[in-house]
């Protein structure tokens, strides 16, 4: 029979599992809005980054409840340590989808339709969170590791885009205040897949007890 411990870990992953759904939610639906649909679903984006805001402090204090009544040690403390860690990621990765939301306004559908790179960014950023994630849940040290390298793609397709907005302004195809507002969207999804290699690298952590020096790092 389960310990009580082991049934708060087991409702931690839950958690988790919740919150990393509610991310890629976020992320589809700033991918929608950004492809000319904003009336529908910037409001959606802004709405679900509310619920991850509040998902993030529910399990802060699941962790710290814990902390502070089992005392845990090795493996299980370095889960729950990561756990925090992965949370405040979580958290940002809700205000990257929502700052690609308030974007997403000023974006005509016909220059988002140019862009196919940033849709193909917020599929691979929404597979590395829910990758991410289920290698947390399942200790899984080999999809961690290839989250950590699935951020090349996510690089490739910015460079990409990048190449081509400056290309389209320099032409004349291409005012610069939207090529501004779709490169400041591609930035946000890049850094939606460093948060996501955070994540990652946490999960790592919580399994082998090292941590990476990460050249990702945000806040």
């Not at 699941?62 to 889960?79: G, N, T």
Request: aromatic share 6%.
């Amino acid at each position: 029979m389960a310990t009580r411990f082991e049934l708060q870990l087991e409702d931690l992953h839950v958690q988790l599992i919740t919150m990393g759904s509610l991310c890629e939610k976020a992320i589809s639906l700033s991918a929608q809005a950004v492809q000319g649909q904003a009336e529908d679903y910037a409001p959606q984006v802004f709405e679900t980054d509310k619920i991850i805001d509040s998902k993030e402090r529910e399990i802060e204090n699941h962790c710290m409840s814990l902390l502070l009544h089992h005392h845990p040690v090795a493996r299980d403390l370095r889960e729950i340590s990561a756990a925090l860690k992965m949370v405040s990621d979580m958290e940002r990765i809700g205000d990257q989808a929502a700052d690609i939301a308030d974007l997403s306004v000023y974006i005509e559908k016909t220059f988002a339709d140019t862009m196919p790179g940033i849709g193909r960014m917020a599929d691979i950023t929404v597979r590395m969170v829910t990758e991410s994630i289920d290698a947390f849940v399942k200790s899984d040290l080999e999809l961690c590791r290839k989250v950590i390298q699935d951020d090349d793609l996510v690089d490739d397709e910015f460079n990409q885009v990048k190449d081509k907005l400056a290309e389209l302004i320099y032409g004349g195809n291409l005012e610069a205040r939207t090529g501004l507002d779709l490169l400041m969207t591609a930035k946000y999804f890049e850094r939606i897949g460093d948060h996501a290699v955070n994540i990652a690298e946490w999960v790592e952590y919580s399994i082998t007890g090292e941590h990476r020096s990460n050249e990702h790092h945000i806040i």
